[in-house]
């Protein structure tokens, strides 16, 4: 493709932030490049960060036009791209989501907005891989690449480029995004799958690229691991409540974690109780040790550990959410 059909779109580059001030002037830096050929602007959307983000970010600004400050007063990034969208969208052709605590090729955005002219995408979404540099955090990044982790998910594994019906969220068409609404603000969690089913159901067109990823780096401690995944479990569970989409099966399965891990309190009145949690912990357990002899990585066994946090608490958050629906429906 050549260089004039690039130029002859706009892009809106958009980082939802929260409290990121040792990666945003490096993402910015890695950013900047992109922004004459592709005519476009960064927008760094605060949620009221208190460790300078917003000093550095206003500084950025400053420094370069091409650089925009916005205040996200609700916090959540889904708000913070709509309000981006809303306020500085016009005139753009596409939005592009950049997450503040990952890494991008140089080219990323080029490659984005090329493989969009080229499908005539209304949405281009990434594979993501995941890596960590603390042995907690290297454990959850093996545990997150792996089928054991995300079932085998497409955008976490890649594949050859295909149309899809969802994605690690990269680029999206501003009309197609304002069309359908843009995210919904009550999710903070899953607000991408969310958007994907609007989009699909509107007919706009999603593909999945293989000319460009990302990388991301996962929580670095068992307890934010568990709030994140416990999270994406009350994300899916909107999503099904909202639009009855039934899970797929790579997330039906890990569902009834949480009902057999409580099942097994019953264990004081039958030793039975305990085995079916005891089975699902020792099969991922096992896998651990299979990956980590298979693929000669040593933190296969925590990589399993990592991996049952964020089973059990994708289904613990699921059901919390789908159980304080039904409380609220019959009150």
């Known amino acids: 493709m050549s260089s004039d059909q690039v130029t002859s779109a706009s892009s809106l580059i958009v980082i939802p932030c ?7 002037e490096a993402l910015v830096a890695k950013l ?19 460790d300078g983000t917003r000093e550095i ?26 309000r981006a969208v ?36 209304d949405s281009v979404v990434v594979a993501m891989q995941t890596e960590g540099f603390g042995t907690f955090q290297k454990a959850t990044a093996f545990a997150q690449n792996s089928k054991l982790g995300n079932g085998g998910s497409k955008h976490r594994t890649g594949a050859a480029g295909h149309w899809t019906e969802h994605g690690h969220h990269a680029l999206m068409r501003i009309e197609a995004f304002k069309a359908v609404g843009g995210y919904d603000e009550s999710f903070s969690h899953n607000e991408d799958a969310e958007l994907d089913y609007r989009l699909k159901k509107a007919g706009y067109r999603i593909w999945m690229t293989d000319k460009t990823s990302m990388v991301y780096y996962p929580r670095a401690r068992l307890i934010p691991l568990f709030r994140q995944y416990f999270g994406y479990g009350r994300g899916r569970a909107k999503n099904f409540l909202k639009h009855r989409a ?24 039958n030793w039975m109780a305990v085995v079916p949690v005891g089975l699902w912990a020792a099969a991922c357990l096992g896998y651990g040790v299979w990956m980590a002899l298979g693929q000669r990585n040593p933190y296969g066994p925590l ?13 613990a958050g699921f059901w919390r959410e789908l159980l304080d629906f039904r409380r609220r429906v019959t009150r």
């Open 18 to 24: 929260l409290n990121e001030a040792l990666h945003i």
């Open 32 to 50: 900047r490049p992109s922004l004459t050929p592709l005519n476009a602007a960064i927008v760094i959307a605060d949620g009221g960060s208190r």
């Open 57 to 82: 970010a206003r500084r950025l600004a400053a420094e370069d036009p091409r650089v925009l400050f916005l205040d996200n007063p609700k916090r959540i990034q889904s708000a913070a791209v709509n």
């Open 86 to 121: 809303a306020e500085l969208g016009a005139g753009y052709d596409y939005l592009i989501r950049i997450d503040a605590h990952a890494t991008y090729p140089d080219d990323y955005c080029e490659r984005l907005v090329e493989d969009a002219l080229a499908t005539d995408a």
């Open 246 to 269: 039934m899970p797929g099966l790579r997330q039906i399965l890990p569902l009834a974690v949480a009902p057999l891990a409580f099942g097994a309190l019953l264990a004081i009145v």
């Open 303 to 315: 990589a399993a550990i990592s991996a049952m946090v964020m089973h059990f608490a994708w289904s």
